[in-house]
């Protein structure tokens, strides 16, 4: 990972990561989320790896862990409601600005995955969460903290499978919604084929 070359040069330097999770889910916000990482930090990271390759338990576990140490994590939130109004790729960088721009000022060294042109200082890293543990821990807390929302809202519609779909179109979702019909918290411009 990215960190350990830039730690090695330079222990005191703080490394900024930021990810974003429900991009092509068709119900539901967008979620990025940042994380500060400094050298000490390294002990908490032992298992961080891209959240997508790791087990809804794991991920749980490493969010709740992290929320007890002092490392700093900044959430931004997009509602189907805006990502419809506004566009997805509007809201995804948004969602990502929203996270970094504390830091866009600071000698600390901003990654982010993909997504480019957030800010000058800001690096793009393809495939980050692989490369970068601040982008991967990142990825963590964004999906942990979408995921939950995700599954309060299946409490009030449970018709929709919410708590296992996480709001992305699966064949069950998709047949939910051919017989209960489109909910408020669905994307109206993902699911035209209903209108």
């Known amino acids: ?34 994380v500060r990482l400094s050298f000490k930090d390294n002990m908490h990271l032992g298992s961080v790896k891209d959240s997508k390759k790791m087990s809804e338990n794991k991920r749980n576990e490493i969010y709740k862990y992290i929320n007890d140490t002092d490392i700093k994590i900044i959430y931004s939130i997009m509602t189907h409601v805006e ?39 800001v690096k793009a890293i393809t495939k980050g969460e692989d490369k970068s543990l601040a982008i991967a821990l990142a990825s963590i807390m964004a999906k942990v903290y979408r995921d ?3 599954i309060q809202m299946s ?32 994307r109206k411009t993902f699911l035209k084929q209903f209108s």
């Not at 429900?22 to 967008?30: D, L, N």
């Not at 566009?87 to 993909?114: M, T």
């Not at 709001?167 to 918290?185: L, M, P, Q, R």
């Open 83 to 121: 990502i419809d109004t506004l566009g997805i790729n509007h809201c995804n960088k948004k969602v990502l600005e929203d996270v970094l721009s504390p830091y866009f000022e600071c000698k600390d060294l901003l990654f982010v995955d993909y997504v480019k042109g957030i800010n000058q200082n």
């Open 1 to 34: 990972m990215i960190e350990n070359e830039i730690w090695n040069n330079n222990p005191n330097q703080f490394v900024i990561g930021a990810d974003e999770v429900g991009r092509g889910s068709i119900a539901g916000p967008i979620v990025a989320a940042s």
């Open 148 to 150: 939950t929302l995700m």
């Open 155 to 186: 409490l009030e519609y449970p018709e929709y499978g919410l708590d296992m779909n996480k709001g992305y179109g699966t064949k069950k979702h998709y047949e939910a919604i051919k017989k209960y019909g489109v909910k408020d918290f669905h």
